[in-house]
C-alpha cells in the first residue's frame, strides 16, 4: 500500500543497518516504477560544506526533472552524513542547504516522484530529524541506540531468521562479544555459521567459538585465554603459534592487563561478598553496579578499568572459566607485566623469550 507521507526517510546511528533498510525501501518503490531510466540514486556522502552544497544541488536537478517519458520516478538520495553532529553537520551553511532540503521535500508532488533519503548517522536533536519524523514515512534502523547490545542482538536475530536458524543459550553473547558492534561483520558471520550447522539444529556457543574469529578485542587472544587458565604448557604453545606468525608481544601484554584488571575488580567483589559464581557465571552485578557504580566517576565508555562498563555476560564468563587467582596473585600479575614490557623495550629482539619468562614465574609457582 503507497505511503500517505510525501517522502520516504530511514535514518539511523549504523550505516550498514540504514543502508539495508533504504535498498528493502527502494526495491519496494522501484517495483512500482518499470522504467530504468526513471529511478536515480544521488550519493548525499560528503566531507565538507562544499560537497554538501553539491550533493543538494545534484538531489534539487534530480526531483525537479520530468521523466523522459512520462510517469513516475524515483529518487534515493543515498549515505547523507551531514545531518550528524559533525563539524561539517553543525556549520551554518550546511543547516541552510538542509533547510533548502526541507522546503524542496514540502513541495513535492509523491505522485510524480517518490523520493527515499537514507541518513546515517543522524542528530535527532536537530530541527529537520523532528520534521521528517512527522511528515515522512519515516524508519529508524536499529532502534534508538539506547540499548546497543540489544540492537546488535536483533540484527543477528534478524538474519538468522532469514536464513532458518536459530541460536542455542549464550551463543549470541559470545557473537556479540568475539565480534563488537559491526553489524557488518555479524552478518557475516552469522551466515557463515547458519551455513557450517546441521540442518535443524541450533548454532552452539562451541560452533561460535571455534568458527568466529576474535575481532572485538585484544581479550580474546588465545595466549591470554591459555594464560588465565592456569595452563602452562597451553600458555607456552600458544605463545610459539602467536610468534611463528609474526606476531608482537605489546599486544600480548595489553590482552592480560585487560583481562587482569576486570579479574582484579571482580576478585574484590567476590571477597567482599557483593558477587559470587554461580553456575552461570557472575551473580549480583546489578546490585554491586548500585553499591559501586557512581565510584568510576566520569567513567562512560567501556573499559577494563570499569567493570560495569564490560558486558556482564563476558565478564561472567571470564570469571567462570576456570579457577579464578586469589587478590594477591592479580596484583604480582600486574606487577610481573610491567617487568615484561619494560625487558620488551630493553630486549625488542627477544619477545618471544620475555612473554616466556613472564609466563613461567606467573604460573609455574
Not at 560452533?207 to 592456569?230: H, I, K, R, Y
Not at 549480583?284 to 559501586?292: E, L, N, T, V, Y
Not at 592479580?330 to 620475555?354: C, G, K, T, Y
Request: aromatic share 8%; charged share 25%.
Amino acid at each position: 500500500m503507497a505511503s500517505a507521507k510525501k517522502f520516504t526517510f530511514v535514518g539511523g546511528s549504523d550505516d550498514f543497518l540504514v543502508g539495508r533498510l533504504g535498498k528493502e525501501r527502494f526495491d519496494a518503490l522501484a517495483a512500482e516504477v518499470t522504467d530504468d531510466y526513471a529511478r536515480e540514486i544521488i550519493s548525499g556522502f560528503s566531507g565538507n560544506v562544499g560537497e554538501v552544497e553539491a550533493a543538494v544541488n545534484r538531489f534539487r536537478e534530480s526531483v525537479q526533472t520530468v521523466s523522459m517519458f512520462g510517469g513516475k520516478r524515483i529518487v534515493w538520495f543515498k549515505d547523507v552524513n551531514f545531518l550528524a553532529d559533525t563539524v561539517t553537520g553543525r556549520a551554518e551553511s550546511t543547516l541552510k542547504l538542509v533547510a533548502d532540503l526541507q522546503q524542496l521535500l514540502e513541495a513535492l508532488n509523491p505522485d510524480e516522484t517518490a523520493v527515499l533519503i537514507t541518513a546515517a548517522p543522524i542528530d535527532k536533536r536537530r530541527s529537520f530529524p523532528k520534521w521528517c519524523e512527522k511528515n515522512a514515512d519515516y524508519a529508524l534502523a536499529g532502534g534508538d541506540g539506547d540499548n546497543a547490545a540489544e540492537a546488535l542482538a536483533g540484527v543477528v536475530l534478524a538474519e538468522a531468521r532469514d536464513l532458518g536458524v536459530k541460536f542455542a543459550p549464550g551463543a549470541i553473547e559470545l557473537l556479540l562479544a568475539k565480534v563488537g558492534a559491526n553489524t557488518r561483520l555479524l552478518v557475516e558471520e552469522t551466515r557463515k555459521l547458519a551455513t557450517h550447522a546441521t540442518e535443524g539444529a541450533a548454532i552452539e556457543e562451541a560452533d561460535v567459538a571455534d568458527l568466529t574469529a576474535n575481532t572485538a578485542e585484544g581479550d580474546f587472544f588465545e595466549a591470554a585465554e591459555a594464560f588465565f587458565s592456569g595452563d602452562l604448557t597451553w600458555t607456552l604453545a600458544a605463545l610459539r603459534r602467536h610468534f611463528f606468525t609474526g606476531g608482537d608481544a605489546r599486544p600480548v601484554i595489553s590482552a592480560l592487563q585487560n583481562r587482569n584488571r576486570i579479574l582484579l575488580q571482580v576478585r574484590a567483589l567476590l571477597d567482599s561478598g557483593d558477587c559470587r559464581l554461580g553456575p552461570r557465571g557472575l551473580d549480583g552485578m546489578p546490585k554491586a553496579q548500585a553499591s559501586h557504580g557512581a565510584k568510576f566517576v566520569g567513567a562512560t565508555e567501556k573499559s577494563s578499568y570499569h567493570l560495569f562498563s564490560q558486558n556482564a555476560w563476558y565478564v561472567g564468563k571470564l570469571a567462570g572459566g576456570a579457577k579464578l587467582p586469589t587478590l594477591r596473585r592479580l596484583i604480582d600479575n600486574q606487577q610481573d607485566f610491567l617487568v615484561a614490557f619494560e625487558a620488551i623495550v630493553q630486549r625488542p629482539h627477544e619477545q618471544e623469550e620475555v612473554l616466556r619468562e613472564l609466563a613461567v614465574r606467573c604460573l609455574a609457582a
